[in-house]
């Protein structure tokens, strides 16, 4: 049966994969909530985009544009930590293949990269010492006494 289909199936318990260790069913649907959120926040953003323009109010209309693109972006990161967590990669770093802290999960649930390969994807001088000009995708495989923290 479909992972989806089965969260919606009465007295249904999911088991959560063991290298994550965490409750998948919850996660799902605190991502729905924020997807949901996001989704609402938009259509709002979409009236003070009209507003704007009919006033001509050039401020209210940046600052509208702004959060549109935020909005934008934050539904884009839900839908695709959704798309991990329907695949069955969801806490699984894309950058070292290691699980990604639980306590990371809960703080950042649509990351999709381990403290580690985060802190290394963010440093310019790493991604210049590697002939890259813009970041990279993925990063390099930390050791194994780095993916500790």
Not at 9 to 21: D, L, M, N, S, Y
Not at 66 to 89: K, Q, S
Not at 120 to 128: G, I, M, N, T
Request: hydrophobic share 40%; charged share 25%; aromatic share 6%.
């Amino acid at each position: 049966m479909h992972f989806l289909t089965n969260l919606m199936t009465p007295g249904f318990r999911h088991e959560a994969p063991t290298r994550v260790g965490f409750d998948v069913g919850a996660l799902f649907l605190n991502l729905r909530a924020q997807r949901c959120f996001r989704v609402e926040q938009l259509r709002e953003l979409v009236g003070n985009t009209a507003e704007a323009l009919a006033n001509a109010d050039q401020a209210r209309l940046q600052v509208s544009d702004l959060l549109a693109v935020a909005a934008e972006t934050a539904l884009a990161d839900i839908d695709r930590a959704l798309e991990r967590l329907e695949a069955g990669t969801y806490g699984t770093c894309s950058g070292c293949d290691q699980a990604i802290a639980w306590r990371r999960l809960q703080m950042l649930p649509t990351t999709r990269l381990c403290t580690m390969c985060h802190y290394l994807s963010e440093r310019p001088s790493e991604r210049e010492d590697r002939g890259h000009a813009e970041p990279a995708p993925t990063v390099a495989k930390p050791s194994a006494s780095a993916r500790l923290s």
